[in-house]
């Protein structure tokens, strides 16, 4: 029997939540910060925990997370918050996901997994026609290639996983674990919460 595979959990928490009009991170939904419910989302099996974070931002939302501050020379954006945990990864591979999609299901990141294929770098889901940049799989040794993509002037998370040896699972199989719109939902303004809430 083969080994299991040995996952990390990332999640990119840096943004500026400008739409939000505050740090989301924080903002309370039923009755617990987003990031705990984030935190409470992510399977067991995980090696690590990595959230990543702008220089500036305070730690204490993310309580047993290792803290991984991303490069502001880069340009902002979630891809500078990938390349940032990857490079803090002990594991071959990493699940990727924001820290505003309170609703994320562990099947569909074990999905993930489960999916990943040899000489693949990535594995993405498709969801409504579109493919999905986050939750993704990402292998570690990508780090270097996302590098290059955003030296090139890359900016785009989904451009530069694109850009990847790239598996994607698609809209069937993600229904198949169960999975249907809510667990792609994202936070960006306030009444993004709310009707969430109802």
């Known amino acids: 029997m083969d080994a299991p595979a040995r ?7 840096g943004g500026l939540s400008t739409r939000f009009g505050a ?28 959230v990543v974070l702008r220089h500036d931002q305070d ?7 290792q ?11 979630p891809l500078r918050g990938v390349i ?4 803090a990864c002990a594991t071959p591979l990493a699940w990727v996901v924001a820290c505003d999609q309170p609703l994320i299901e562990p099947s569909l990141l074990r999905g993930l997994l489960a999916a990943r294929e040899a000489g693949k770098q990535a594995v993405l889901p498709c969801w409504r026609g579109h493919l999905q940049p986050l939750p993704a ?4 040794e990508a780090a270097a290639e996302l590098s290059r993509l955003i030296a090139r002037g890359e900016g785009s998370l989904l451009g530069a996983l694109r850009g ?7 809209e ?18 306030r009444d993004d919460l709310d009707a969430l809430s109802t």
């Open 7 to 13: 996952v990390a959990a990332i999640i990119l928490a």
């Open 23 to 50: 740090d989301k991170t924080r903002a309370i939904w039923r009755g617990r910060p987003l990031a705990e419910h984030v935190l409470g989302r992510l399977p067991a099996e995980r090696e690590q925990t990595i």
């Open 59 to 65: 730690p204490d939302a993310w309580p047993g997370a």
């Open 67 to 77: 803290v991984v501050r991303d490069d502001p020379s880069l340009p902002e954006g």
């Open 84 to 87: 940032a945990g990857l490079g």
């Open 137 to 140: 799989l990402v292998a570690v």
């Open 164 to 170: 990847l040896a790239l598996r994607t699972v698609t």
């Open 172 to 189: 069937e199989q993600c229904r198949a674990l169960g999975l249907d719109e809510a667990c792609f939902a994202n936070i960006n303004r």
